[in-house]
């Protein structure tokens, strides 16, 4: 089990800096001055980049595994090919990895690494409490988050969360606020803006995500 803590009190977790500037002008009579409206200017911030992945199709061939050991199936496979392929068309290439450390979450993340480079120089945490999280209603979302600030430094905008339903299917309808079905080896392309991800999570709040897109293996 990962214990996780995120904190919100820092000055990362603050809204965007705006500044204020009161132009001064010259009025109508003797050097007089009239002010002027106040002006905003709003600093941009990054977006903040989510991707969450549900594992391959899984094989139940050999009934005597357990369920954390079942190995993806031939299907699995192929569709993890072509999703990969897909993220990466998009330009959707995430610099952390958060997975499950199951076997069909360990077996789809070797593919992805196996078909595009660029899956090779994302740093990778296994974490275990990913996969009986998903097990539980309503957990999932804030593990997430929790896991996310954790490990996710300032500089990291593309983050890519791997597990399991009912949980992965939860956690990207809270944060988007949309009803999402997750099947095997579909994942949600969530966006927001922040300095940090603390921030990008207070902002956003439940809801305030917003889906780009659903990438799906085609359809046999």
Known sequence: ?????CSSSSSSCMSATSTFKNKAGSGSGSGGFRSQPLVMETAQVPPRRLILLRHAKSSWEDRS??????????????????????????????????SSDAT??????????????????AEIHFISSFYSVAAMDGQTADHLRRAICKYARDEILT?????????????ASTFSGASIELKTCNAALLEAAGKSWEEAFLLAGDGGWKLQQLVKPNVR
Not at 1 to 5: G, I, K, L, Y
Not at 106 to 121: G, H, N, P, S
Not at 159 to 171: D, I, L, P, S, T
Request: a positive charge.
């Open 159 to 171: 983050v890519m969360c791997m597990g399991h339903n009912r949980g992965w299917e939860e956690a």
């Open 65 to 98: 595994l357990k369920d954390h050991d079942r190995p993806l199936s031939k299907d699995g496979e192929t569709d993890v090919i072509q999703v990969t392929y897909k993220l990466q068309k998009l330009g959707w290439i995430p610099q952390l990895i958060l």
């Open 1 to 5: 089990m990962v214990t996780v803590v």
């Open 104 to 121: 069909r979450t360990r077996q789809t993340l070797k593919i992805m690494q196996d078909q595009v480079r660029a899956f090779l120089e």
